[in-house]
């Protein structure tokens, strides 16, 4: 659908007098786009600079600014199927077949200001401005027609706007009937068969008081497979069907005239530039040409309906997403995009010349002797660094060298600025150039610590380029604790940085080196060990004293000892009690029991007593690493408790 232009003071005026209003809406609504659920039609208008989108599930039209963003709407448009403008672009009128009407709204304002009948429940279906009235297609599989709408009658006169039954009596269409029209033909409508029996179409004079017949095609599909979209061709009496078929009308009758490549349907601009739908994507070409001028991947889940702004400055296209169809503003059509590559090789060495290969080409023919800019990125020059502009090649290849005196990933852009047929463009690709491997050590691996002790872990670096900073991490064991930087500095003249860990836990110490422009990075590390903290007091005994060399706690026969154990605490730690009994001279293991900590980190167990005198006792406490509820600590064992039982 396109929209007739107007005079250059008339659309001045208009312009200048709702720029201020257009930029504010659309700067309070730009974090908001233009959706449909069921496209009901799409029309730009060139004297408001909106676009408006029917929502036919909704009954809503959507007015966006010509960036795409949603500044308007209107709702009870009941089942609206198609969108037209006037040729002074004040009036929008919309097919609303749920209600069987033509509604005309103020294309400034989206107010209704008439809404006319049509007595038929065959539509309207589509709806087309030209010979200064609303032209619209009805009917069924069965027989089709064209009504229209006179806005210039007086609702008051007696007289009905609405007249049905307009086309040409020579014609005949089924079903409601596809209409285009032109700017640069204001007096003619394309009307193009929809149905599946035939593809008949017809190109019809609607300047005058009764419409007259052009051209008509009664089809078998010999020349057409169906039609699912028809628009009149700018300066040429042709028609373009489904985005590709260019038949001509000259004669009355409809022939072949070329073809662009397949598509599913298209708009004109009216400099003669085609927008063609294929899939996922939208072509322009050029009149009568079959290499796409530029072409926009719009959603996988294809293009509802598009159409140009009246100064062929952009497309607008429905496109699919997630929540249905979202109004895209396409940009340049004019400007052809150019396929630039840049091939490195994918490792190399450092300090060694390398090779960049690539090519730069495009469907509208490049200037000659066309220079592409060169940017080296690396870690000695994160920003980019500017090398020799290299020149493509008469048949678009280009190659230059470098000497990468930098390691690690090196990145290679290459870029053209356009010009005025071409767009920017830019490729890159990257080289992993390698480093050498720096000395790293870290002591102190398999060490075990007393709980609590402080400890210095000490890491060594050798030579490097420029970096001479070290990371110290301790990693305590147990997912409570996190790893934690303990000191981060440069090392010191011998290469040495230490840092203190209070070893509580068996821990993972990291020694972290980050590299630098000729040195790899490297990580080394240490694994120490630390003891739990453990003790036991003996109670309910009468007396302490040594028998030979080693103190006893005595008891009487019959008193149950009472051992109470202390153990650094951690959840669901258990300690292992282990008792064993004095027979022949030597100690015999009588028995080893978990016993579970409680938050305090303590364990009360009772003894029972033997009954009788002359026994000798001795019991322990172990934390077992891993069979004490967990593996935080290393295995450690407390002390013997030795234990007499007298009369």
Do not use: C
Request: hydrophobic residues 40%.
């Amino acid at each position: 659908m396109r929209t007739r232009s107007i005079s250059t003071a008339t659309a001045l005026a208009v312009l200048f007098s709702s720029a201020v209003l257009s930029v504010a809406a659309a700067g309070s609504a730009s974090a908001a786009s233009a959706v449909v659920t069921s496209p009901g039609g799409i029309v730009a208008d060139g004297a408001l600079k909106r676009v408006f989108v029917g929502d036919s599930s909704t009954g809503k039209i959507l007015a966006a600014a010509y960036s795409g963003a949603l500044v308007d709407s209107v709702s009870g448009i009941s089942g609206v199927s198609d969108l037209a403008v006037s040729d002074d672009g004040a009036t929008l009128y919309a097919a609303a077949g749920g209600s069987h009407e033509i509604v005309a709204l103020d294309a400034a304002t989206l107010d209704i200001k008439a809404r006319y009948a049509v007595a038929t429940d065959t539509g309207p279906r589509y709806v087309a401005f030209a010979g200064g009235k609303a032209w619209f297609s009805y009917g069924d599989q069965w027989s089709g027609n064209l009504g229209s709408v006179d806005p210039a009658v007086d609702p008051v006169s007696g007289t009905d706007a609405v007249a049905l039954g307009q086309l040409p009596a020579e014609a005949m269409i089924h079903d409601p009937a596809l209409l285009d029209t032109d700017p640069s033909a204001p007096g003619l409508l394309a009307v193009g068969q929809t149905g599946i029996s035939t593809d008949s179409m017809a190109v019809v004079d609607v300047s005058g008081t009764t419409a007259q017949l052009l051209a008509y095609y009664w089809g078998d599909y010999t020349l057409n497979s169906g039609i699912g979209d028809i628009d009149l061709v700018p300066g040429a009496p042709q028609v373009l069907i489904n985005g590709a078929q260019r038949d001509a009308y000259a004669d009355g009758k409809f022939s072949a005239a070329g073809a662009y490549p397949s598509g599913q349907k298209a708009d004109v601009a009216a400099n003669g530039l085609v927008a063609q739908v294929t899939g996922a994507k939208v072509a322009v070409y050029r009149p009568d040409t079959t290499q796409p001028l530029r072409t926009y991947a719009t959603s996988t889940s294809g293009t509802a309906d598009l159409t140009w702004a009246p100064d062929s400055s952009r497309i607008f296209a429905l496109v699919g997403t997630s929540g249905g169809y979202t109004l895209k503003a396409l940009t340049d059509p004019t400007l052809n995009v150019p396929s630039l590559t840049a091939n490195a090789p994918s490792t190399a060495t450092r300090a060694k010349q390398l090779t960049v290969t690539g090519k730069l080409s495009a469907t509208v023919p490049l200037p000659s002797g066309v220079k592409l800019q060169v940017t080296r990125t690396d870690l000695e020059s994160p920003g980019g660094k500017a090398l020799p502009a290299v020149t493509v090649k008469a048949d678009g290849s280009y190659t230059f060298t470098d000497t990468p005196s930098v390691g690690g990933t090196v990145t290679y852009k290459v870029a053209y600025a356009g010009d005025a047929a071409h767009t920017a463009v830019s490729a890159s690709d990257k080289v992993a150039v390698s480093r050498a491997k720096p000395a790293l050590t870290l002591d102190k691996n398999g060490k075990v610590y007393n709980y609590g002790t402080d400890v210095a872990f000490t890491a060594h670096l050798g030579s490097t380029y420029k970096n001479r900073s070290v990371e110290i991490w301790a990693n305590p064991f147990g997912s409570d604790k996190p790893n934690k930087l303990v000191k981060t500095g440069k090392v010191n003249s011998s290469g040495n940085i230490g840092a203190w860990v209070d070893m509580t836990r068996d821990t993972e110490i990291t020694a972290v080196f980050k590299g630098d422009a000729r040195y790899a990075p490297r990580t080394v590390k240490s694994t120490a060990y630390a003891r739990v903290k453990v003790s036991t007091a003996v109670s309910k005994h009468y007396k302490t004293a040594k028998i030979g060399s080693t103190s006893y706690y005595w008891f009487h026969k019959s008193t149950d000892p009472l051992l109470t154990t202390t153990m650094t605490y951690y959840k669901g730690r258990q300690q292992r009690f282990d008792l064993q009994v004095y027979s022949g001279g030597k100690w015999y293991s009588a028995d080893s029991e978990y016993f579970t900590l409680g938050t305090s980190g303590k364990s009360a167990v009772y003894l029972e007593a033997p009954g009788r005198s002359g026994i000798k006792a001795r019991m322990r406490s172990v934390y077992v690493n891993g069979s004490s509820g967990d593996n935080v600590n290393t295995t450690t064992y407390g002390s013997w408790k030795y234990l007499y039982f007298s009369n």
